[in-house]
């Protein structure tokens, strides 16, 4: 009987440690993801003969100096930034990423949202866009 008892307690040991080893590697799947699409999207927008024109001419003279594709353009990208940082949040939702790449993405949204509103963008309520709203403090 005891060695039975022992048998279970060392089976619920292994279990744990390979439930904890699964969960450190999603972790650092999710994280090294992050960082890969980062590290493209950077890489296509230096890259691009466009972008990076059309983002200046956004900043510098406004939106509304946009000519309808300059417009489009940086509107597609825009909605790929902030679809890539919601798909982020949600992996910090399910506990793949940690609350400070959270906070600071976050943050970043918060501090973009003048711009995409000026390009067209409205919040919605999902859970990403609700954290925004409140670290914009709206």
């Known amino acids: ?8 307690v060392i089976g619920l040991a292994l279990l744990i440690f390979e439930l904890r080893q699964s969960q450190n590697l999603a972790e650092t799947e999710a994280a090294v993801r992050r960082l890969d699409q980062i590290q493209i999207a950077q890489l296509e927008a230096a890259t691009s003969e466009y972008l990076v024109p059309i983002r200046v001419k956004a900043r510098s003279e406004g939106v ?3 000519s309808d594709v300059e417009l489009v353009r940086l509107q597609l990208w825009e909605n790929t930034v902030r679809l890539r940082m919601r798909s982020q949040y949600i992996e910090y939702v399910r506990g793949y ?3 400070d790449t959270a906070d600071r993405m976050v943050h970043s949204a918060a501090a973009m949202l003048p711009y995409w509103e000026e390009l067209g963008y409205e919040l919605g309520d999902n859970d990403f866009e ?3 709203k409140e670290a914009a403090g709206r």
């Open 1 to 8: 009987m005891l060695v039975a008892n022992l048998g279970v």
């Open 64 to 66: 509304k100096s946009l």
């Open 97 to 99: 990423l940690d609350q």
């Open 130 to 132: 609700l954290a925004i």
